[in-house]
């Protein structure tokens, strides 16, 4: 079984300040990571994803995303936030094809950006 | 390309009755997903079908829900009959599963149904 851990449910941040959200993930098999944001009354959007290859995903609206097997985390990062960055982030890992094609998500962190 | 589609964007309902949550795919996706949001327990996912057949259903939570996939463009998550606790916004996404990873677990969400039964 997976399983993924959001340590923070909420993270308020000012304009401009840097942001991270932290992911944790259990699996005893080879997974593929994804990070996604839900905007007010709204579906969930693809902001990146980790399949193989560097451990440093860049995705959309400048964030990025670090995978450490190691420590078996994938945080999510943004050098400095907008207003528009205020949303849900849901952290989620799938198995490979073989196991099937679905995904496990993450409690997701509430981001409030102040100005 | 419209997205996935779902309707009704919003329900109310009253306890007992019978409710059908409907989902329109992408076109030439061949995979479909059912999640369900609450606050309490976040997003659950139900049921997954791939080229219109059940593969996993291990999330519907009782035999009052059953999902169907008539045809690769249609499926409908329906509840009877609804209690209080079905509350959630339901959510429909799709996939197109590929021979190599390019896609892989890469889901497109409708915008939800939320529905409320009283």
């Known amino acids: 079984a997976q399983s993924v851990t959001q340590l923070d449910s909420q993270v308020p941040v000012f304009e401009e300040a840097p942001v991270e959200l932290r992911c944790n993930y259990s699996s005893s098999v080879s997974v593929y990571l994804f990070w996604y944001v839900q905007y007010p009354n709204q579906g969930l959007q693809l902001l990146l994803k980790?399949?193989?290859?560097?451990?440093l995903v860049k995705g959309i609206n400048g964030f990025e995303a670090e995978f450490n097997k190691s420590q078996t985390s994938f945080h999510l990062r943004k050098p400095s936030v907008h207003i528009s960055d205020t949303a849900e982030y849901f952290c989620?890992?799938?198995?490979?094809?073989?196991?099937?094609?679905?995904?496990?998500f993450g409690g997701g962190t509430r981001v409030l950006v102040k100005p | 390309d419209a997205g996935v589609i779902q309707s009704p964007r919003h329900e109310v309902t009253e306890m007992g009755q019978e409710v059908t949550l409907r989902c329109k795919p992408i076109s030439g996706h061949n995979s479909l997903f059912w999640y369900r949001q609450t606050m309490m327990r976040g997003l659950e996912l139900l049921i997954y079908f791939n080229n219109n057949v059940p593969i996993d259903d291990s999330g519907m939570p009782e035999d009052r829900f059953s999902a169907k996939m008539p045809n690769a463009s249609f499926s409908t998550l329906k509840i009877q009959p609804s209690e209080p606790r079905d509350s959630a916004v339901y959510f429909c996404?799709?996939?197109?599963?590929?021979?190599?990873?390019?896609?892989?677990?890469?889901?497109?969400f409708g915008a939800g149904s939320r529905l409320t039964v009283l």
């Open positions: 996404a799709s996939s197109r599963e590929r021979a190599d990873l390019s896609g892989a677990n890469v889901l497109t």
């Open positions: 989620a890992v799938g198995r490979d094809k073989a196991a099937g094609n679905k995904l496990t």
């Open positions: 980790y399949l193989s290859g560097s451990t």
